[in-house]
């Protein structure tokens, strides 16, 4: 699971403190996918970083009792000077996985040919992309974070292999999911939660989380 125990965090942006999270307690529990509603500019992404460990909390504590991802899309784990190859092989040691299965695994998904093997700097900010989802699905989590600031893969043939085998996940695994829009959520969660004003509602079902998101963006 992944729990949330009288977490506060807050921002400083030069004129006012931005509240993220305010004394906020919640749980995460395997099996349970969650998808949180959130009006952009109100800490989407400041959240699902907190989750995987990137930021820490300004008060409380994150307790993580299951192999959580890093969110899709986040760059910060690869290094630009070296290739795809070398990349997928050093993570996989990383997370105690085979790093001959994680490099195929990239080389299929990615489908970047002579490229895997040049640094990352050289890469396209599409093919960056294309290596970081492939990387996110080869290893082996019991519970992905997905965040959705996250880049769109433009590769038609990419979005539709990477698509299908991130819904084949779903059956097995657990997704955390931040949007703004309830129809993303529809596609990974029933459980859902509505980020605002520092709290967060945490619902049985996306479609209470929708009638109080409504709410908030007509009052």
């Not at 400041?46 to 409380?60: F, R, S, V």
């Not at 790093?99 to 195929?104: I, L, M, R, T």
């Not at 991130?166 to 097995?172: A, H």
């Amino acid at each position: 699971m992944l729990e949330f125990e009288n977490v506060s965090k807050s921002f400083w942006t030069g004129s006012q403190r931005k509240v993220i999270l305010d004394q906020v307690s919640f749980r995460v529990e395997l099996g349970r996918s969650l998808g949180v509603l959130a009006p952009n500019g109100t800490g989407k992404t400041t959240l699902i970083n907190m989750m995987a460990g990137l930021e820490k909390p300004d008060e409380g504590v994150i307790r993580r009792g299951c192999n959580i991802s890093f969110p899709l899309g986040f760059m910060g784990g690869v290094i630009n000077r070296v290739s795809a190859m070398e990349n997928s092989r050093y993570i996989a040691r990383l997370y105690g996985m085979d790093p001959d299965y994680v490099e195929a695994y990239c080389r299929w998904l990615c489908d970047l040919g002579e490229y895997f093997d040049q640094p990352l700097g050289t890469y396209s900010s599409g093919m960056r992309s294309r290596f970081t989802f492939a990387l996110l699905l080869a290893l082996d989590f019991d519970m992905y974070l997905i965040d959705e600031g996250m880049p769109s893969y433009t590769d038609v043939e990419f979005n539709k292999k990477a698509g299908a085998i991130l819904q084949e996940r779903l059956r097995t695994t657990t997704i955390v999911i931040v949007s703004h829009s309830p129809t993303v959520l529809e596609k990974f969660a029933r459980q859902a939660a509505v980020l605002m004003n520092g709290q967060l509602y945490m619902f049985d079902t996306l479609e209470e989380a929708k009638e109080l998101y409504d709410y908030q963006a007509q009052s």
